[in-house]
């Protein structure tokens, strides 16, 4: 009940405060490209419910018909405001609404896309699921460049799934079993310092 009072209270705090800038990047993506501002992508969140994620647009229409579920290196797809937007992760400030709606928590397991949910061992899957998903956790921060890193592979979405996805799990894993409050600010406090340098 503690960590969701803390995710109403700095969701809304944060939704207000950042209303200026949210509505500067909704009008710099309009005027950047065709297309709506926010792009809804299904994920999987707690107990294995698929909920639709908002995530500030940063691709060309219909991105996802046209590739991979991963973003590797210099995609083509990405457009010039949603470079920016991915290098600084604002792309990821409108995930405030899912945590206010109940479908995501400020820190916790990255929600991923069915088809890599699919990937984790069965084990794996359950401790992972027993929570709500978060915009940041460890593996964010470490992997923050991540698909720099897997464009440099011949075969990206293997690299994905075969190295990047068990250190992710491990991650995962061990932050559903040693989570505290205090755990949870230092991750926040992690975020923003990564975010920052």
């Known amino acids: 009940m503690a960590k969701r009072l803390f995710d109403i209270i700095a969701s809304v705090l944060g939704l207000v405060m950042l209303t200026p800038l949210l509505l500067l990047i909704a009008l710099a993506i309009k005027l950047d490209s065709r297309g ?30 046209h590739g991979l579920q991963i973003t590797v290196g210099a995609d083509a797809r990405v457009t010039r405001v949603g470079r920016v937007l991915r290098k600084y992760k604002l792309d990821e400030l409108v995930q405030l609404i899912d945590v206010l709606q109940g479908n995501m928590s400020l820190v916790g397991p990255r929600p991923e896309v069915p088809r890599y949910v699919a990937c984790y061992p069965p084990e794996a899957r359950g401790i992972i699921l027993s929570v709500k998903p978060g915009i940041t956790d460890l593996a964010s921060i470490e992997y923050k460049d991540e698909n720099e890193i897997l464009g440099k592979s011949a075969d990206p979405q293997q690299a994905y799934i075969n190295e990047v996805l068990p250190i992710k799990i491990r991650y995962y894993i061990d932050y559903v079993n040693n989570r505290t409050f205090w755990n949870d600010v230092y991750l926040i406090v992690a975020t923003l310092r990564a975010l920052v340098r």
């Open 36 to 65: 709506a501002v926010f792009f809804r992508q299904e994920r999987v969140g707690q107990r294995g419910k698929i909920f639709r994620i908002h995530k500030f647009r940063t691709m060309v229409i219909d991105a996802d018909r």
